[in-house]
């Protein structure tokens, strides 16, 4: 349930007392923090965001004896963490500067809903963060959200991003059900997020999802630490799903470049624009909520995390290659401005939709 901010409340800022727009009550899984100072417990759903170092954390991978920004003393240290079940709880949407105190711990909050160069447009964000739910349930210690599980018959794609796990990005399973091939649609059905597992894990997290979502067509970047675990999939697990450049040894994968990655990002807002990209998590919905066109490349608005949307548009790359025995019909009925501040890419890089 969203209220709106009415009566113009405000709320204590780093910068002051704020207004903010809506009042969002939640019914959710969350945790109690308790603290080494003498300051309140608080009580939290796992997505909240709090602020550590000047970066946003979120509450599920705290840890104790982490610190967390206070208003009345510079930090204070976790003593404990425990889960308090499922409980109502209320977020602020649309804080003035989006950072504010929730018990005197520096928080984020739902971020905001498309600046001017926001890869995907106000409108369709303000709806976005409306209709996300809760997962059906979770699994592999809570960091593998399902919204739905495997259906037998269903197609489904793994779009995958790989990060080294030493805490700071994310290494991300984004699981779409495709919905139909004309049009084209994708349903999101489980995400798997997790910045501390190291690449060969994350190599059997990505072999064992795609098999349990009925053998996916899993689509890798082959960047970096992503080569490693095309190579496992690849040589080690045998998996013949896997999304390939070429049938070389060094075209395993998918390779994010000035002309594959502008592609994925153009199709995924394409798809998601025209409703055709059918989303739940709130995670990557606040994620797509500030990623934005950054010169010549995209990525999270000052240093915000983007982990969830890569995923998301390799997942939407698919459509590059010819694996499924049905066509893919991609809708492209759109105005020379319908593209934003996409509309001035190279056309060579435009041609896919042509």
Known sequence: MIIKNDKNIKVLTPDGFKYFSHIRKQTKKSMRMSFYENVDYIDVTYDHIFIKNNKEIYAKDIKENDKLEHYKIKAVKVKKIEDIGIIDVYDLMDVDGHIYYTNDLKSHNCKFLGSSNTVINAATLKILLTQWIEPDHYDLNDKLKIFESPQKGEVYITGIDIAKGTGEHYSVIQVMKVVSYDPFK???????????????????????????????????????????????????????????????????????????????????????????????????INELSTFVESGSSFKGKDG??????????????????DIFDKDICINTNIDDDGWGILSDVDTSIEEWYQ
């Open 304 to 321: 915000l995390d983007d982990d969830l949307v890569s995923a998301l548009y390799w997942a939407c790359y698919i459509t590059e290659f």
């Open 186 to 284: 994708l349903e999101q059905v489980a995400v798997f997020h997790d910045n501390h597992i190291d690449v060969y894990s994350f190599s059997e997290v990505v072999h064992r999802i795609s098999i349990y979502y009925n053998k996916a067509y899993a689509v890798v970047e082959n960047n970096a630490e992503g080569s490693t675990v095309v190579s496992k999939l690849w040589w080690d697990f045998e998996y013949e799903n896997l999304v390939n450049e070429s049938s070389k040894s060094t075209g395993l994968g998918v390779r994010a470049t000035k002309k594959t990655k502008p592609k994925a990002v153009l199709l995924m807002k394409k798809l998601i624009e025209d409703g055709d990209l059918i989303l739940y998590d709130k995670e990557t």
